[in-house]
């Protein structure tokens, strides 16, 4: 007799026969697209007007990236617009109606419907203005900007804003305040395409800038803003406002945070430029992320997802508490592809959470758990979701070298959870799961090929290709591969993927715009500049202070942010100032981007953990703590980077050797101190003793790194002298 429990959008199949279940599956639906609680289910001409939109954007991608290329400025305000268009499409601005929320009146509707008119208006206008330009003209007249373009282009984009707020329809119906918004997109883009790609781009900055430029970039930042808010939620979104409103208040401030000030006309006929909305964010959302979200989607479509949840099982599924370390291998092997942790948490969550609750596990701990493993995701190499791209554009080092020096960080951190996880499975006697409910390991290592397009990327990466055309033959291979698995991908599946990625790149996409936002504020005001100050202050009075302070700001600043807009935020205020006091620029990023990753978990403000307490059913706040104490490594392993570049993979073969094995002794008994336990329980003088222990081998110094061996040398005598080698609670149960 077989049973299912289903947790929405992905299954689990559990069976309580030997017979049956060792030839079925256990997880299923690991690859289902995840659908979120405000995008529209169209149906009929509308779905596929947007499904074709979706591919049409993922292959202008594939193709601009590898047949043809466009100009930089212009390649990037599209691949902005396409993600507005769709955004706006897809996402709606207010809940749907239901039954106790009714569809919007007539006249909402109506009103909405009128703003077409201006907004089909400023478009018009902006052809007119490029044909008189073409015509010879070296500029359009203010008075024709203001009140032909700006004037009503700004009215309509915040109208339908406002509009789109309070306007309710059934979740497979379109709201027409939203097609006026994708019209004032595709206006605002058009102006500034017109501009670049003209000699008045020179102009931006200045007081001669055609005083159109800020005005599109009022609207196409208004625009950002308002998508960043339907996809990523508000955090972001207030954050920005802050940055925006320290531009114009930044003056009347006292202190370091005073500086001279800049007009409304030469901030925005700036920020969006490639010193803000088209720099470094936007330089790799339009390149390695839409190229890795593309790649994530082909995996999807033939099921990979589902394979490497499986392939977690059967390796570790049979350890004690083996659900919860099942979902640390499935976590950080989905995690380092998809580059969000919530999102990630929910598609393996849904699974791992359900099984570590039947096994033992509270349910505070199992939603932990998978929020510390689906953050870990992020800083795992090859790929740490998107971050590390943005750390290559940003410092230059090339992304080789950055994916490894990324090992030992990423060892540690999962040994951390992984011994946590052990640790507290043996301090309450559970057990792993039985052999009859789980897949059969040589059933699934004959698929062992659909690791094939992971591996096919690692290894041109480090043949010297670049990024792009890796990335794009591990796309292609993972098609390939599908042909010989029992997900074969035809037309069908690829045209499917493609929908899937344009539909998945639309949060990235803002989340970095929008950050880009933010950067150019930095830029342009130079607050980054007087932060740095602040730093270098502290660091005369001690380095540990300015690192401290350092962390407390990178955390702060990702606080219910995206990994890849929250390591780009603080990769602009916290790393230059490090840089200044004489860290490397190396450390320095791995610093900030450890910080800006485990934001994540790190309470008040915790995405994946208050993800994971959605599906475990705990207290939000409850399961951030417990996240956080679970991931405790990673709050101390960036100090270790300072003083100890080795975990880096700076130094000879013998240091690197000595720091990662001593780190690891660091990290099981920093472990067994948060879970009191050893090879039994240890009581307060002990965990005191482990702590100490414990710092002493992470430092990675030569003498801390000999005294720390001597501390876990002796708790271990001490610890089996006590219980043997396990007590009957550590057994398997």
Not at 55 to 62: G, K
Not at 147 to 162: D, S
Not at 351 to 379: C, D, F, N, W
Request: glycine share 10%; with cysteine.
């Amino acid at each position: 007799m077989s049973h299912k429990i289903d947790q929405e959008p992905n299954g689990l199949k559990e069976d309580a026969s030997a017979d049956s279940s060792a030839t079925e599956l256990l997880a299923e639906g690991v690859d289902e697209e995840i659908v979120e609680s405000n995008r529209r289910l169209f149906t009929g001409w509308q779905f596929f007007l947007f499904a074709a939109l979706a591919i049409a954007y993922s292959s202008f991608h594939l193709i601009s990236l590898n047949v043809f290329p466009m100009e930089t400025w212009s390649f990037r305000i599209v691949h902005i617009t396409g993600a507005l268009v769709l955004g706006y499409g897809l996402f709606a601005g207010a809940r749907f109606a239901d039954d106790d929320h009714q569809a919007s009146s007539a006249a909402l509707k109506w009103a909405s419907y009128a703003l077409l008119v201006p907004a089909a208006y400023t478009l018009a206008q902006v052809f007119l203005m490029q044909q008189t330009l073409g015509g010879g003209a070296m500029r359009i007249d203010p008075s024709i900007e203001n009140w032909h373009f700006g004037y009503p282009l700004m009215a309509t984009t915040v109208g339908a804003i406002v509009l789109s707020w309070f306007y309710r329809q059934a979740r497979h119906r379109f709201n027409p305040a939203d097609l006026v918004l994708m019209i004032c997109a595709i206006s605002s883009a058009a102006y500034l395409l017109m501009v670049f790609n003209s000699p008045l781009r020179a102009s931006t900055g200045t007081s001669f800038a055609p005083i159109g430029i800020s005005w599109a970039a009022i609207a196409g930042s208004l625009l950002i803003l308002e998508l960043t808010r339907r996809v990523a939620g508000l955090a972001l979104v207030v954050i920005s406002a802050v940055f925006l409103t320290y531009v114009f208040a930044g003056p009347a401030l006292p202190g370091f945070l005073g500086y001279p000030g800049l007009s409304l006309q030469r901030f925005f006929s700036q920020v969006y430029t490639d010193t803000g909305i088209l720099g470094p964010t936007t330089a790799v959302s339009s390149t390695y992320i839409i190229l890795f979200i593309i790649f994530a989607a082909f995996l999807q479509a033939s099921k990979v997802g589902d394979y490497f949840v499986n392939f977690a099982f059967a390796v570790a599924g049979r350890a004690r508490g083996g659900p919860a370390k099942v979902a640390i291998f499935a976590s950080g092997l989905m995690g380092m592809i998809n580059g969000t942790s919530a999102g990630n948490v929910v598609s393996t969550g849904s699974l791992t959470i359900p099984l570590m609750k039947k096994v033992g596990y509270p349910a505070r701990s199992a939603g932990a758990i998978e929020a510390a493993a689906s953050t870990g995701g992020q800083i795992m190499p090859p790929i740490m979701g998107a971050g590390a791209f943005i750390m290559a554009e940003v410092t230059g080092i090339p992304y080789t070298e950055i994916a490894v020096a990324a090992l030992i960080p990423a060892i540690l951190y999962f040994a951390s959870i992984y011994f946590m996880v052990d640790f507290e499975a043996a301090r309450k006697g559970m057990r792993g799961m039985r052999k009859e409910e789980i897949p059969l390991f040589s059933k699934l290592v004959k698929q062992v090929y659909l690791f094939a397009p992971i591996i096919i990327l690692i290894v041109a990466l480090f043949m010297g290709y670049s990024v792009i055309r890796a990335g794009t033959l591990a796309t292609a291979s993972a098609a390939v591969v599908s042909w010989i698995s029992p997900n074969k991908m035809g037309v069908t599946a690829i045209l499917k993927a493609l929908q899937i990625a344009g539909t998945m790149a639309i949060q990235i996409i803002a989340v970095c715009a929008c950050a880009g936002l933010i950067v150019g504020v930095i830029s342009l005001t130079g607050v980054g500049a007087r932060f740095s100050s602040l730093l270098l202050g502290l660091a005369g009075v001690s380095q540990l202070l300015a690192l401290f302070f350092a962390m407390l700001i990178s955390i702060l600043l990702g606080m219910g942010m995206p990994t890849t807009a929250a390591y780009a935020v603080a990769a602009s205020v916290v790393a230059p100032g490090l840089i200044n006091i004489g860290i490397e620029p190396l450390i320095a990023h791995f610093f900030v981007f450890y910080f800006a990753v485990v934001s994540a978990i790190t309470p008040p403000v915790a995405l994946a953990s208050y993800a994971a307490a959605g599906i475990s059913g705990d207290n939000p706040m409850g399961t951030s703590v417990a996240s956080f104490k679970i991931g405790l490594a990673a709050f101390i392993v960036p100090f270790m980077f300072f003083y100890s570049p080795a975990m880096l993979m700076e130094g000879s073969a013998l240091q690197i050797t000595r720091v990662a094995i001593t780190a690891v002794l660091g990290i099981v008994l920093l472990s067994g101190m948060v879970q009191k336990w050893f090879f039994g329980p240890v009581n307060t003088l002990q965990r005191v003793i482990m702590l100490v222990g414990a710092l002493f081998m992470i430092y990675g110094g030569i003498y801390t790194d000999v005294a720390g061996l001597a501390i876990g040398a002796t708790l271990f005598i001490m610890q089996r002298k006590q219980h043997g080698n396990g007590t009957k609670t550590a057994q398997t149960g």
